[in-house]
Structures are given as C-alpha cells and as structure tokens.
C-alpha cells in the first residue's frame, strides 16, 4: 500500500500538453482548473489547449504513423505489457489520483485500476495475433490474400467517469493494432490519463505515437481535427447528442467510428428470482460509481409479486451506504461529479415523484461541501417519469412493476437505447429467451458486473456502433485488403 500524500501525488502528475513526445505547455498559457468533487477545491490547474494545440498533436500523430505501423508487433505488445506492470506497480497512485479528480470510493477506484490495466495485458497479447488469410479463389484462376492493416491516426474522445479505463480501453487497441493517437480526456478528470500517458513515455513509446491535451473548449479544438482528412479513426465514450453530433463530422472524410453512448439499463427481477442474488446485483449494477456509469441499472422492472419484498430489501441496503469523500474507509457514495449533476437528479426524483412515485429513501441532495446526493430508491415508478427514459447519471434507484414476461420485455425495450440489461431469473430457459429477447448489445445474466477486457463492450439503437475489448476491439482499429494474385501455375 503506497504512503504517498495526496499533495506529493498531485505533484507528480504533468500538468502541460504531451506532443511529439514532450511535455509542453498550451499556446499563450491557458490553464484550466481541476476540482475535487468532494470538497469543491481546486487541486491541480493544466494546461488548456488551444485548436493550434490541437492540431501539432494530430501533425505529431500522422508524422509517426509510418513507422509506428512498421514496428514488429512483438514490440508493440511488450511496451504494453511493460505499462500493464507499471500500472499494477502504481495501483495505490491511480486509485487516489481517481478518487481525488472524480470522488468515487478508493475500494472502487481500485477495482478500476485492476479492470482498465487488463485491456494493457489483453492487447499486449493480441497484437501479435493480427493475422490474414491465403487461398485459391474457387474459380481457381487466382490466389486471395487478404491481410489487415493498421487504419491510421486516430481521435480517441474519453469521459469523466472511468478516466483510467476509459484511456486504456481505446489507447492499447490502437496501439496494439499499429496506430498512432491523440488523446483527449475530460476536462473534469484528465490528471489520471495524463499520469497514465506518463507511464506509457517511460514504458518506450515513441514520440508522436501517443499525443495528449486537455482542453476547456473541446469543440473548437476537435472539430479541426475530425474534419482533417489525415485523421483516419474516431473513438468517442460519452452522450448520444455528441456523439450525434461527432458522427456528422466525421462523415465528412468517411472516419472509421467506434461510438459507446448513452444507455438506459433495465434491470429485470422475475417471480422465480433469488431475491437476495438479485439484490446484491442490482447494488452493484445501480450504485458502482455513484451510479455515474452507462452500464447502470437505470430502470428497476420487478414482478409485482416479490416487488414489496425487493424494495424492502433493498432500501435497507442503501439506508445502511455511508456517504462521503472516497478517500475516508467505509464510504460506498461519494459525491457527484458537479453540482449539475446534482440539480439533475434531483429534477428527476422530483418529477418521478410528481407522477405517483413514492420515496422509501433519499431524495434529496446534501448541504454542505462538496456535491453530494442521497442514495435514494423510489418504488411505484409510472411510464410518465422523466426518469423512465432519460439517463439517471446519480445514486437513484427506480423501481416498477409488471405481471407477465412479455410485459417485463416490453417495457425494457421500450427506450431508444440498447448498451446493457441485467435479468434475474432460475428459469434456465427464460434466460434463454431474453438473451434473444432483449434489445440490447450487453447483458448480465444473474450478474451486476458484465465488464471484462476480453468481451466486447458496447451497444445497439442509440447506445452507439463498435465494440471495445474482447477480439473484436482490435478490428476496430484495422482495415482489411485483399489482394489478387495470378495462378502461380498457370
């Protein structure tokens, strides 16, 4: 365990713009403050990148790609797995610096150090498995090869909310696969991405390869860059109205896109259910993070026969969650990550509550330091809540009801949403049924937690196109050609 403090940590961590392999400051010497969430102070001030700025790291980016793409992928895999190791090495580093930037629990932050670190490991292993194919076309005329190459420059856009996992989970892709990046993290938690792009310079990645700003005016910085017909790829995590809005640009030069979106997880409870299973998934599933995950149960679907008992069950759990700064032990809810984050929770517990809901906990933001919100679970939840089809981003547990599996399905498809679903069943053949039933591109069968580095994260409908993890990550960052060849005898 790392005795380091948080100032001596903080110190560590750059506070300039990473391009070309240096670390430099913005033009003219912007910065832009980060806060702590939890006390509202600022604890770090960066640099703040201008569309000059912008545009030297894609110029570093293109520069590099040639060679970057012509380095053996053994070489490329083991500078991963070396920062796989660095990372682990720091665990206690990473986890503070998440806590302090974004407020979730240490215990948590943790958790996601372990998670983001193994998509290092995971690509380290897959780059060299990029492999082709050889063979006689079926009229037997000629030869097919067909070889995949790395797509080129790429834009990887991350958010606030899982700011190591969310670096790693595109950055060693792109690597892995031979393409050179730049990297913008959110203007709310950039220190962990910039200490994370810090470990990957000491781990022997080559100027240019890997390019980092920060910026207060993502906008005006990115839209030159999506728009450059140099850049070939585009990775975004975050809402669906930018990403709607990303997703126009980047038809200007016909980008390779890798969207993961907004998402409206049901969380489906059935008559058969293990009760005290189900309640321990949905904890995870709506609570991880202070519920400030894509991923989180964001509608509470439950059989009306065992929902008075699930709520129950339920509401004890949260009435027993302490609230606080992450770093103090026991906390499960830190803060929300900006006090617009509060007013919105709050606006859809209030409207929830305006069209039948009743609250059995919570509901109500916190005075004081700090932005915090109550855990909160409210039951008798109506079609007509806000919170039935808008993204809760917030420790608010939403229950409804239904009677028959068909009404169950429908009301979880009912959203223009589709990243993940949760189901609770023993009914092995109902589990069957809602793997084919359910609209989603993720599912948690009896599981809170579904992320792994070797599966293939995200979603469909309005939750975003691509996939991240799993074999399917890397060939989001290759292209394929096929190549014919004469009968060599002929």
């Known amino acids: 365990m790392s005795t380091i403090s948080e100032s001596e940590l903080l110190a560590k961590v750059p506070s300039q713009l990473y391009i070309n392999g240096q670390w430099v400051d913005a033009a003219g ?21 201008s569309p000059a700025d912008g545009m ?9 790609q040639d060679a970057w793409a012509a380095t053996a992928p053994r070489v490329r895999g083991e500078i991963l797995r070396k920062a796989f190791d660095r990372v682990q090495e720091l665990k206690d580093e990473f986890a503070l610096l998440m806590t302090l930037e974004m407020g979730k629990p240490l215990a948590e932050a943790i958790g996601e150090v372990n998670y983001g670190s193994e998509f290092l490991r995971w690509f380290s292993e897959e780059a060299v498995r ?15 090869i067909v070889t995949q190459m790395p797509v080129g420059p790429c834009y990887l856009i991350t958010p606030w909310n899982f700011p190591l996992a969310m670096a790693t989970r595109k950055i060693a892709p792109a690597l892995a696969a031979g393409c050179t990046v730049v990297v913008k993290p959110a203007t709310l938690t950039p220190l962990t991405t910039l200490y994370f792009v810090k470990i990957l310079e000491e781990c022997g990645v080559p100027a240019g390869v890997v390019n980092v700003f920060t910026t207060s005016t993502t906008a ?18 975050g809402s669906t109205g930018v990403g709607q809005s990303l997703m126009k640009l980047a038809t200007e030069n016909m980008l390779r896109t890798s969207m993961e979106l907004g998402g409206n997880a049901p969380f489906l409870v059935f008559e058969d259910a293990d009760l005290d299973k189900a309640v321990d998934g949905v904890m995870i599933a709506k609570f991880r993070n202070i519920g400030q995950a894509c991923t989180a149960a964001n509608r509470v ?5 065992v929902a008075d008992a699930f709520a129950q069950k339920v509401t004890e759990r949260v009435k027993a969650m302490k609230i606080g700064r ?52 409210l039951t008798g939840v109506t079609s007509a809540a806000d919170i039935m089809t808008e993204e809760i981003f917030g420790p608010v547990l939403s229950i409804t009801t239904f009677t028959t599996e068909e009404e169950g399905i429908a009301i979880a498809n009912d959203t223009e949403y589709g990243l993940i679903g949760y189901v609770y069943t023993e009914d092995f053949k109902r589990g ?39 074999f399917e990550g890397i060939n989001e960052y290759l292209s394929t050609k096929y190549t014919m060849t004469p009968n060599p005898f002929a």
């Not at 084919?436 to 070797?454: D, F, P, R």
């Open 29 to 49: 010497g912007k910065t832009v403050d980060v806060h702590d969430p939890a006390t509202g102070l600022v604890i770090k001030s960066i640099a703040d990148a």
């Open 56 to 64: 030297k790291a894609l110029d570093a980016a293109v520069a590099a």
């Open 130 to 144: 990029i492999t082709g194919r050889y063979g006689t076309n079926p009229e037997g005329t000629g030869r097919t």
């Open 220 to 237: 005006a910085v990115s839209d030159p860059i999506v728009t450059d017909k140099r850049l070939r790829k585009l990775s975004f995590t």
């Open 301 to 305: 679907i439950v059989h009306e026969s």
């Open 326 to 377: 992450g770093t103090e032990d026991g906390v499960s809810i830190g803060p929300l990550i900006d006090s617009k984050a509060v007013a919105k929770a709050d606006q859809l517990v209030q409207d929830a509550v305006s069209k039948g809901a009743s609250v059995l906990t919570g509901g109500k933001a916190i005075d004081g330091a700090g932005t915090f919100y109550e855990p909160t679970v």
């Open 432 to 470: 069957q049924r809602l793997i084919e039933k359910l609209q989603t591109g993720m599912m948690g069968l009896n599981a809170g937690v579904i992320s792994n580095a070797s599966a293939p994260f995200g979603g469909v409908k309005m939750s975003g196109l691509g996939r991240e993890g799993g």
